[in-house]
């Protein structure tokens, strides 16, 4: 996967900007407000695609498009994306400073 074509590539950022709209705007699980976050979870979730194939397997033949596995990729975008927000989230709660 180094060694990818053009349309591998798209492949890939189709299912990170299928993931990050679905996390960003449909769900709303965000840590970055803006067009800042969206691009964030973009970048993770494209990262996220890239490895989905390699680190989950090859699954249903029929779903594979300029050799990348379809469900795979997706499933690696939304982690990746998840992943991001839930740590900027889950560090933003640990070195906030309450005062009571």
Known sequence: MIGMNFWAFLVLLVAAVIAAAVLHYVVCYRFLEGFDGAVGKLIAGW????????????WFERAKLADIYLIPALVGAFVGAFVVAATGKALAKAFSTKLS
């Open 47 to 58: 990262l996220g695609a890239w490895l989905g194939s390699p680190v989950l397997g090859h």
